[in-house]
C-alpha cells in the first residue's frame, strides 16, 4: 500500500487547490457544469494510485482529474516513488 510523504502530501495539496480554482474561474464564467464531477480529494488520488490508475513500471504515478462536466485540471498530477509516496504494509497504512 503505498502512502505520502510530507512533500507528497504538499504536491497533492497544491493540485487539488489548483483544480478548485480552475473550476472556480470556469464556473463563474459560465462555460460549464459541474453537476456530474466531483473535485479531487487526498482519500481519492490515494485510492487512485493504491487500486485504480496504480503506478508504472518506472515507480511514478500520474493522472489528469476533471474539474467540471466538459473541462479537466489544466496539468496532470504526478508523483515519484521513493520521493511523494513511499510502499509502507498495509497495517501501517490503516493505522
Known amino acids: 500500500m503505498y502512502v505520502l510523504t510530507t ?3 504538499e504536491i497533492v495539496d ?15 464564467a459560465g462555460k460549464d457544469t459541474a453537476d456530474e ?9 490515494l485510492s ?6 496504480g503506478v508504472d513500471e518506472e515507480g511514478d504515478y ?3 482529474w476533471g474539474v467540471t462536466d466538459h473541462y479537466d485540471a489544466d ?3 504526478g508523483l515519484h516513488i521513493g520521493e511523494d509516496f ?4 498495509e497495517s501501517i497504512a490503516t493505522t
Open 37 to 45: 464531477t466531483h473535485l479531487p480529494d487526498v482519500e481519492g488520488i
Open 86 to 89: 513511499v510502499e509502507v504494509p
Open 62 to 64: 500520474f493522472n489528469g
Open 14 to 28: 497544491d493540485y487539488i487547490r489548483n483544480c478548485a480554482a480552475k473550476r472556480k474561474e470556469i464556473l463563474d
Open 7 to 9: 512533500r507528497g502530501r
Open 48 to 53: 487512485d494510485l493504491n487500486f485504480g490508475v
Open 75 to 77: 496539468n496532470v498530477l
